[in-house]
Nanobody, 119 residues
């Protein structure tokens, strides 16, 4: 079994910063990719950013230049540094990981952490 534990959400004013963390634990043999999705109130879930085990990154256009994804392979952890936050960034942010466990690759999800950008 694999678990993802997110932390770092909260309330921040527009223009502020937050750093999200997501640590994967359990019966992990390998991780190919980790990333963050978000779901804003009344909207569909959307990809925010991903990072592969070799460090390749991908970002949604709306967060390019403001968010930075990074990872620590030794700790099976991914981070999302969010700067210049806007009210439209308000959402539940969920971590996802493409994990090899028990001889099978599968996607695992965290429960999500709420980010609220408001004055």
């Amino acid at each position: 079994q694999v678990q993802l534990a997110e932390s770092g959400g909260g309330l921040v004013q527009p223009g502020g910063s937050l750093r999200l963390s997501c640590a994967a634990s359990g019966s992990i043999i390998d991780i190919n990719r980790m990333g963050w999705y978000r779901r804003a109130p009344g909207k569909e879930r959307e990809l925010v950013a991903t990072i592969t085990s070799d460090g390749s990154t991908n970002y949604e256009d709306a967060v390019k230049g403001r968010f930075t994804i990074s990872g620590d392979n030794a700790k099976n952890t991914v981070y999302l540094q969010m700067n210049s936050l806007k009210p439209e960034d308000t959402a539940v942010y969920s971590c996802v990981a493409d994990v090899l466990s028990a001889g099978m690759w599968a996607y695992y999800w965290g429960d999500g952490t709420l980010v609220t950008v408001s004055s």
